[in-house]
């Protein structure tokens, strides 16, 4: 009788074959005990989805009454075998006390049927075809005793020669996430993609890519396929996104933000100069997000309905430039990422609380009677969101399940269950038998560094690396006395904005975690006495201000109420705390009297990241819309602005001294630089240029009082775009 087929699993260098009941690595047959080899096959059914233990423990030691030990035996059994690293995982990630997630994309293949000598597996033995005979029938039989002394010796010499071996980087492989399914990484590079689309005819791909041009990002197209990407426009500041075709697929639009604000623009597909369509919304260096309608002759845009009100959906008209509001919504929400439903009458958006800019939830809207429709009422993180092609669907990206995952629901509401189709959300085809989308490669790796001066603004004596993460690490603060750091670093595999709190020695030695407040405390700031630390937290819904021991005793809110409150800071005598609030829009600085519990606002035209000056007499602070140093005086008074950096994106990117205003600067000649405000002079200094991209959106960079200590955090990142095609 003909052995019925199995699969064939391709990660990185790896091949697993299900029927053979064995691993491969180039040549090389790695022998596998059984549970341990069938908890890889259930880890390489579900890539990049997180998997309980008990999931785990019921898949594969089913009705056997066994202890989580012997899971965690085989995951380590596994790691070993894999070279694979606990503390940065190519493959295997431990989710602590929740379960595992397989990292490496994955390609599926059904197994032909023959030979058994035509399988890599039979150089193994003469015999390997009955090892796999006794493997298979123990694998369909938990429970059974496997194993004995010679092969214990062979999985502790394979064990031992995988564990030295070196690990490399997977590539651009063709990979799936199940038959019937083909994925293929069409583009891999240094450096961040964005909002990839697909053409009408699905054979080119446009997106934005920030390689040539740090942090901003150009627009670029590609035939899937072809090996050079055409550059269609070359940004001098500010950041882009939200590539859209036109049905001809002849234009295609954008949206840019900088310091001046957001507009929409489109460009020629075949290259071309740019033209700017209309002005348009921002948020956090996102705008307009255009989607064109199947007439080609308007747009769907997000911008303001009225002056000064909020942001809506918008339909731009080509030919005359006038907007027709589609959503007027109150005051105190917004509405964004707009995407049509494949016949193109229901249009679905995100509509996000002005009191809290982490959650949306998702509406709908039917363009032929105006009629809308609330389609979750959770208000969680959404990431993203697409049509499913039968268009009665939408799936989304959230951190509902505390962790980010594929969620599917209709578009008429009702129960939200788990997307297992689309392994992410991004851009389909009209026939829906492709799907692109971005994964970065890794998380956000980051690294918070120290330049020692000569001087406050002088030369750099030297440069030091003190804590290198896989995951993002940020907002590093100096004690009053130099001996310790705090920072923020988002936990592994967490799915929402933030992380935890951590405290490290000067060195970077030593690391401690304060906070574990499920991944969203950040913006540490030390009391002036060292005694105390600041933060802000999203635990609950809006933010707020926490206070804590330096030891992490004590920890406590300071504020409430239904706004967010963010990015603290101490008055230099200790009786105020500093932040960002947004009762208005948009956002001020407030202090809080820790006499009277009482907050006042302090700024009036905008303020973020404030920071007072150490003879107390002057409030600095930045723009999280706009761009610049301001200045206030600590009783009031005339707000003025000091410098033209930092830039959109970089409201954190300063620290204040006795002599000056160290701050970045993005947009000039020769790449992002630090650069140092001298008080006396009035004139800006560069410092240090940077080898790396700053981080953006957070308070990364920290001086010591006497400017001759720097702080700050850089990151690299490596991104792809994936194709998933479906057979139908």
Known sequence: MTAPNGLIFRFAEFEVREREFCLIRGEETIPVEPKAFRVLLFLLRNPHRLITKDELLDA????????ENSLTRSIAMLRRLLGDDTREPRFIATVPTVGYRFLADVAVSNQDTGPSGASPCASFSENSSQRSKEGRARYLKPGLAVGGVVLFAILVTAAIRHLHAPAGRSSGH???????????????????????????????????WDGKNPERGDVYVQLIGGEKPLRLTHAASGFTCCTSWSPDGRLIAFGRCDDRGGAVFVVPALGGPQRKLSDATCLYGEGGWPVWMADGKSLIVVDHCKPGGSRGIVLLSLATGEKRCLTAPSADVGDWRPSLSPNQKTLAF?????????????????????KLHQVTSESKSIWGMMWAPDGEHIIFSSSRGGLAA?????????????????????????????????????????TISRADLSAPGGRVLGVKSLISSANESDSPQLSPDGE???YGSAPAGFGGWGGEIWKSNADGSDPLQLTFFAGHAG????????????????AGSPSQIYVMDADARNQHSLTSGNYDHVAPSWSRDGRFIYFASNPTAPFEVWKHDFATGQEAQITHHGGFGPLESYDGKTLYYSQIDGAGIWSIPVGGGEERRLTEAPHLGYWGYFAV????????????????????YDFHSRRLTPVLTLQQDPLP???????????????????KITSSITMVEYQQ
Do not use: C
Not at 60 to 67: E, I, K, L, R
Not at 352 to 368: G, H, K
Not at 419 to 443: C, F, K, Q
């Open 657 to 676: 001294t006795d002599a000056g205003i160290y701050l970045l600067e993005t947009e000039k000649a020769g790449g992002p630089a630090i650069h140092f």
């Open 523 to 538: 913006t540490p700031r030390w009391s002036p006495d060292g005694k105390s630390i600041a933060f802000d937290n999203r």
């Open 60 to 67: 594969v030691w089913q009705q056997t009454s066994v202890s």
């Open 484 to 486: 310790q750091i705090v």
């Open 697 to 715: 959106w957070g308070a990364n960079l920290a001086a010591s009082r006497d400017g001759k200590i720097l702080l700050f955090a850089e990151y």
């Open 406 to 446: 594929m969620w599917r629901v209709r578009a008429t509401g009702g129960a939200i269950d788990r997307e297992a189709l689309y392994p992410e959300v991004g851009s389909m085809s009209a026939d829906g038998r492709r799907l692109i989308y971005v994964r970065e490669i890794g998380s956000r790796p980051t």
């Open 174 to 208: 063709t990979s799936s996430v199940s038959p019937g399914m083909r994925s293929v990484a069409l583009v891999s590079v240094a450096g961040g993609l964005h909002d990839p689309a697909l053409s009408p005819d699905a054979r080119a791909i446009a997106y934005v």
């Open 350 to 370: 995100l509509r996000m609380p002005r009191s809290n800019a982490s959650v949306s939830d998702i509406y709908t809207l039917s363009l032929s009677d105006g």
